[in-house]
């Protein structure tokens, strides 16, 4: 009897810890209010912005309810565009918000590029690095063909970008390859525009070409991260000595 009691209580007690271990579900007006609380640090005025955009949009409803009807339903149908306006003025001030937030990191034109939609695809790492002063270069496939998005100062990317134009070039001659520069520099595209500015390239591809695209591209590879010198680890050998501990 000792025994069955205490596999039972062993059985109670998994239960309780994986009961214990399970994360809350987070509903969606928690989400909102954490991205509430993310913009509203970097900018304060939000939180009367949307008050404004919400009054505003009422306003007019009930103003036009007066003129030509009923009041009451035009304040039915007002208040809620008047919280879309809110909304809207929020998911804006937000993505402004987060621009600012990754704006001078390595990697910040990739996290903006993860924004763009219709069918683009951008690899997670860059396909050319400079290491030193922390340049990089990105790629993406789409339907206007190949993007090559770079992250640096003019004058230091364009060797990188020239180089990797290259080298798509060798492999798929007749696509389009566009080169976009990303920055604050003179010619460059700022970083809160530089996925408007993917989107907006015209297309001229079909689908089954760009996965076919996709496929050589993976051919070409990435950054090949480079071997310290004096140890080739294709050639290392254990020491059997250490190893019986002698």
């Given at each position: 009897m000792a025994r069955t009691s205490s596999g039972g209580d062993a059985r109670k007690d998994v239960a309780a810890a994986s009961q214990q271990k399970k994360p809350k579900k987070r509903r969606w007006y928690h989400q909102l209010w954490d991205v509430y609380q993310m913009t509203r640090k970097q900018n304060p005025l939000v939180t009367w912005w949307m008050l404004a955009s919400f009054v505003g949009v009422v306003a007019v409803a009930l103003l036009i309810g007066v003129l030509t009807g009923p009041w009451i339903y035009a304040l039915v149908v007002g208040v809620p565009f008047g919280v879309l306006a809110a909304m809207f003025v929020l998911s804006r001030s937000a993505e402004k918000a987060a621009y600012t937030q990754i704006a001078g990191q390595p990697g910040a034109a990739r996290a903006a590029l993860g924004t763009v939609r219709g069918g683009w695809t951008f690899e997670?790492?860059?396909?050319?690095?400079?290491?030193?002063?922390?340049d990089f270069v990105f790629r993406g496939v789409g339907r206007a063909g190949v993007v090559l998005v770079s992250?640096?100062?003019p004058h230091r990317v364009n060797r990188l970008l020239d180089q990797e134009r290259k080298k798509v070039g060798r492999i798929l001659s007749n696509v389009p390859v566009t080169l976009i520069q990303c920055g604050d520099g003179e010619g460059q595209v700022p970083l809160t525009k530089v996925a408007r500015a993917v989107t907006k390239l015209k297309s001229t591809l079909t689908r089954a070409e760009v996965a076919e695209i996709s496929k050589r591209l993976k051919a070409?590879?990435?950054?090949?991260?480079?071997?310290?010198?004096?140890?080739?680890?294709?050639?290392?050998?254990p020491d059997r000595k250490g190893m019986r501990g002698r």
């Open positions: 997670d790492e860059p396909v050319a690095v400079d290491a030193r002063n922390q992250e640096g100062p070409i590879g990435g950054v090949k991260l480079p071997i310290p010198k004096g140890v080739d680890p294709t050639r290392a050998r």
